[in-house]
């Protein structure tokens, strides 16, 4: 069903409900997830984005609800990720005199995703195209997250379409933030930013700094995947701000995986020694526990201690995964710790150690390497090792464990 979501603009996407897996993997759609694409209608017909491939006879369908698809004069293109752009030859198939608007930074992704003899028109920061009653302003916005990405504005309607930023990887049969359980809402904008939008926290940054020095007016902030801001539109590019700045609370992630349950005795422990601190912490084992589910609870947490059992000298598998995701992402304003547990001659704990140290983690304290099955005496030197840790938090915060914001 189409949504009106400003005067002639209408949201004309599509709905995955199924996918659980995006990016090759790298991201868990735990409620799936939407391609959103909006409608002009003015003297220009004018569509911005598309969908994945797959979902063009659904969008072809929203869009024929409202004006005939092969009316669409120009076709924006933020972002030449295929999930984005993946419809537009079925687009343009059926408006073959439609011109393609992208990126100036796009002429290498649209120009080796789409080698096509279409109509382009190449677009920086501060150029406007006149649709009739409606303006298109565009706003590059390099490596948010890809060099080709750029945000549309139209200032008559106060409504920002940035692409990928400020959405969430969340299906719903509703199309604005306010008609959503704010919990959930929040759980994925905040697990979408901690796994896709970390690395470029300065660029995010920079850009809502250039954003407000070009005084942009903005009512409705309409994303490409999820829900639509026009409550309050704004908490959205605070909270992004505050993100970006490694503004976190205090609280520590105790995360590891095991071989035969000792390396979970200790993360057990250590989370005891955490709560004795004062300090609130929680308990991840993976594989049991996706990657894309730990990095979004990482990204408001002070603290990480990663632990895994010694295979062949190494960490086991899953968790030097999640740490290479961490390097990827690198966080930031972190403190870590690593820890396992070994038969003979160990060698995961440093690995992990070094690996948070790549991160740009800051390891605070030395790890903890015990053998075969923790003795009672070890136990409590794993609740030792987690509550100096948790000491560690609240100095980060000057003893205090109340949150920052
Ligand atoms: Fe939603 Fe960068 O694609």
Redesign the pocket.
């Known amino acids: 069903m189409t949504v009106q979501i400003a005067k002639d603009v209408y949201w004309v996407g599509a709905v995955d409900w199924e996918v659980r897996n995006f990016h090759g993997h790298t991201y868990h759609t735990h409620r799936g997830t939407s391609y959103n694409a909006y409608l002009i209608v003015d003297d220009h017909i004018t569509l911005v984005d598309t969908v994945m491939p797959g979902f063009e006879d659904e969008m072809l369908r929203h869009i024929a609800e409202i004006v005939d698809p092969a009316r669409i004069d120009y076709l924006v293109a933020n972002?030449g990720?295929l999930?984005?752009s993946g419809a537009i030859p079925a687009v343009l198939a059926r408006a073959p005199q439609a011109t393609l608007v992208h990126s100036k930074r796009g002429v290498d992704s649209f120009g080796k995703y789409f080698p096509n003899g279409w109509k382009r028109l190449m677009v920086g920061t501060g150029d406007t195209l006149a649709l009739g009653h409606k303006t298109l302003a565009f706003l590059e916005a390099p490596m948010l997250?890809?060099p080709d990405?750029m945000f549309t504005y139209i200032p008559e309607d106060r409504l920002l379409l940035p692409?990928?930023a400020f959405?969430q990887h969340l299906a719903s049969a509703h199309r604005f933030t306010d008609e959503v359980e704010p919990a959930i809402l929040w759980d994925e904008a905040r697990k979408y930013f901690g796994n896709i939008l970390v690395p470029f926290s300065k660029l995010i940054v920079r850009k809502v700094e250039e954003v407000q020095q070009m005084g942009l007016q903005i009512e409705t902030i309409a994303p490409?995947?999820g829900l639509i801001w026009r409550k309050d539109p704004l908490q959205i590019v605070q909270q992004y701000v505050r993100w970006s700045s490694g503004e976190t609370q205090p609280r520590a992630l105790v995360v590891y995986e095991t071989m035969w349950g000792s390396t979970a005795d200790i993360a057990r422990a250590i989370l005891e020694g955490l709560t004795e601190a004062g300090v609130e912490a929680e308990l991840f084992a993976v594989p049991q526990t996706d990657h894309t589910t730990v990095v979004g609870a990482l990204l408001e947490a002070k603290g990480v201690l990663v632990g895994s059992a010694t295979h062949n000298r190494r960490p086991l598998l899953n968790i030097t995964a999640l740490v290479e995701d961490m390097i990827g992402l690198r966080p930031v304003n972190k403190i870590g710790a690593a820890f396992g547990s070994h038969g003979w001659g160990g060698g995961a704990v440093p690995v992990l150690e070094k690996g948070l140290n790549e991160a740009g983690i800051e390891v605070v304290q030395d790890g903890l390497a015990l053998t075969w099955r923790p003795t009672p005496e070890e136990r409590a030197q794993a609740v030792a090792f987690g509550r100096a840790f948790g000491e560690r938090i609240k100095e980060s915060y000057g003893g205090s464990t109340n949150r920052t914001d």
């Open positions: 972002h990720e999930d984005h997250h890809w990405s692409n990928d959405g490409s995947h």
